[in-house]
């Protein structure tokens, strides 16, 4: 798995962006909406989504 998405980030270029976004969600308030899944098993607080490149043009 590690050798196919780092073979994917070689061939790709790089793209310019200006600043990163930081996806997260509180699992609590989720969990409360009848949602079910794993982190409402687990009771976890902040779930991360992912570090997301942006670009204002």
């Known amino acids: 798995m590690r ?3 780092a073979l994917m ?3 790709s270029p790089a793209a310019a ?3 990163y976004i930081l ?3 509180w699992s609590p308030t989720w969990c409360a ?3 079910e899944g794993a982190q409402c098993e ?3 607080g902040f779930v991360l989504h992912g570090l997301w490149p ?3 043009r």
């Open 3 to 5: 050798l196919i998405l």
């Open 9 to 11: 980030l070689l061939a």
């Open 17 to 19: 962006f200006d600043h």
């Open 23 to 25: 996806s997260l969600s």
């Open 33 to 35: 909406q009848g949602n």
């Open 42 to 44: 687990q009771q976890r």
């Open 54 to 56: 942006q670009d204002w």
